[in-house]
Nanobody
Framework: QVQLVESGGGWMRPAGSLRLFCVGAGFRFDTYVLRWYRQAPGKEREFVARITPGGSPTTDDSVKRRFTIIRDNFISTVYLQMNDLQLEDTGVYFC???????????WGQGTLVTVSS
C-alpha cells in the first residue's frame, strides 16, 4: 500500500524553527521527485520546495535561504527544515512524490504549521 505520511508540524513563534518529515512506503521512493507544498487558510496550494532523486534541491523564492529540503533514500524520508519562520508560513504542508517518467503521483495528508506570537 502506497503511503506518504507527514509529521513535525505544530506551533512556533516568529523567527523559530521547525523540521517537517515525510516518510514514504509502497513505492520506489528513490526514483521519485519529492516536493513540499503548502496551503494557507483561504488560499490556493503553493509550491515550496522540490528535490530530485539525485538530491538536487530547488526552493521557492518566498522561502529561499530560510527553508531547506533534504532527502534520505535509505529510510525513504524527505525533510523540510524551516528556519526563521514568519507569520505567512502558516498553513498545511503537504508532501508530494512524482515519478516524472511514468507520471505516477502521490500526496500525503498534510501537517499543520502555525506561526504566531
Amino acid at each position: 500500500q502506497v503511503q506518504l505520511v507527514e509529521s513535525g508540524g505544530g506551533w512556533m513563534r516568529p523567527a523559530g524553527s521547525l523540521r517537517l518529515f515525510c516518510v514514504g512506503a509502497g513505492f520506489r521512493f528513490d526514483t521519485y521527485v519529492l516536493r513540499w507544498y503548502r496551503q494557507a487558510p483561504g488560499k490556493e496550494r503553493e509550491f515550496v520546495a522540490r528535490i530530485t532523486p539525485g538530491g538536487s534541491p530547488t526552493t521557492d523564492d518566498s522561502v529561499k535561504r530560510r527553508f531547506t529540503i533534504i532527502r534520505d533514500n535509505f529510510i525513504s524520508t524527505v525533510y523540510l527544515q524551516m528556519n526563521d519562520l514568519q507569520l505567512e508560513d502558516t498553513g498545511v504542508y503537504f508532501c508530494n512524490a512524482i515519478n516524472t517518467a511514468t507520471g505516477r503521483e502521490y500526496w500525503g495528508q498534510g501537517t499543520l504549521v502555525t506561526v504566531s506570537s
